[in-house]
């Protein structure tokens, strides 16, 4: 814990941040709200936060859900607005607890993200109507 809470003095290797991410998804409060504060410290020093932001963006691609989960949740610790396509994207496509992650992330990234978040919700409610009986796309087959 008291590692976390120094914030540090050279830049975070791609396995530490991705360690560090990890963290966010303990379920303690202590450990939760000090890798947050880790992230955010990031957040205010350019060089470590480009470096952070390539590292959170990586974990998006991963093959396990928790690993994106946690990539999902650094960004908006990162307050990542440069993130916000992945983010919309995830959410049109990954699984359900991904998908909720990417959702939080892009509301917490203020007014832009929730318009982006609105986007995918308007886009989402329009597809049943799509393939609803008796539409084009129904009967085309």
Sequence with gaps: MNTLRQPPEHR???E????VAK???DPRGKVLSSTSSVLKGLAAQPKQREQALVHCLELLEDEDIDTRVCGCKALACLKAKE???QLVYICQTDKEDVRDAA???LLA???EGKMAYRHVEISQESLPRLFAPGSMASTAF
């Design 109 to 111: 990234l203020g007014e």
């Design 83 to 85: 993130s916000i396509e």
């Design 103 to 105: 959702k939080q992330a």
């Design 23 to 25: 963290l966010l998804k």
């Design 12 to 14: 975070l290797r791609r």
């Design 16 to 19: 530490g941040l991705h360690a």
